[in-house]
């Protein structure tokens, strides 16, 4: 990474969004990267007991003009210590799964270097396409 691609990093903040809840009325949780104020890139969670997991990584977007900084990868990490630190000391909410299109090398390569596995070899169909499903399952914390 460049020194500039570094500054750049530096000034770009992830945060949890309010959960609205989405059309299918689940609970959804948004994660978006700013930089001053403007939307960079943005991810988010669903929370839904099916594909045997208990969340669904949804939507990730990177404004071309910041890609190849690692902000999928950020975005991953952010959503898995949100599910973490909000949910899992007090359910088992520790399943996670993404869909990906077989030719997003980037997604692939992020989500395995985040310790997603694929879960089946067949492709499953995903919102009408055909898509690799992974998964990750997180060590149960303890509970409090
Ligand atoms: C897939 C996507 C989320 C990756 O986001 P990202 O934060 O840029 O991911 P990374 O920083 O890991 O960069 C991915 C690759 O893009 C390369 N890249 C660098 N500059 C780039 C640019 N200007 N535009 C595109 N890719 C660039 C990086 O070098 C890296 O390749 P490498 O692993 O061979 O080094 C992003 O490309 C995107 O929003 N795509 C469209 C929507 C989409 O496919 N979403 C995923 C749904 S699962």
């Known amino acids: 990474m460049t020194k500039t691609q570094e500054e750049t990093l530096k000034s770009i903040t992830i945060s949890q969004e309010n959960n609205p809840f989405d059309f299918e009325e689940r609970e959804k949780y948004c994660f978006v990267a700013k930089r001053k104020d403007k939307i960079v890139a943005f991810a988010s969670m669903v929370r839904q007991e099916e594909f045997g997991a208990n969340w669904i990584f949804r939507d990730c977007q990177v404004n071309p003009r910041y890609r190849g900084l690692g902000l999928q990868r950020k975005l ?19 399943h996670f799964i993404a869909f990906v299109r077989p030719k997003n090398q980037y997604s692939l390569n992020n989500l395995i270097s985040e310790g997603f596995l694929v879960f089946q070899d067949e492709l499953v169909k995903f919102k009408g396409a055909e898509h690799i499903q992974m998964g990750k399952t997180i060590e149960v914390c303890e509970k409090s």
Not at 76 to 94: N, S
């Open 76 to 94: 991953i990490q952010a959503r898995i210590e949100f599910a973490k630190t909000v949910f899992t000391p007090y359910l088992d909410w520790r």
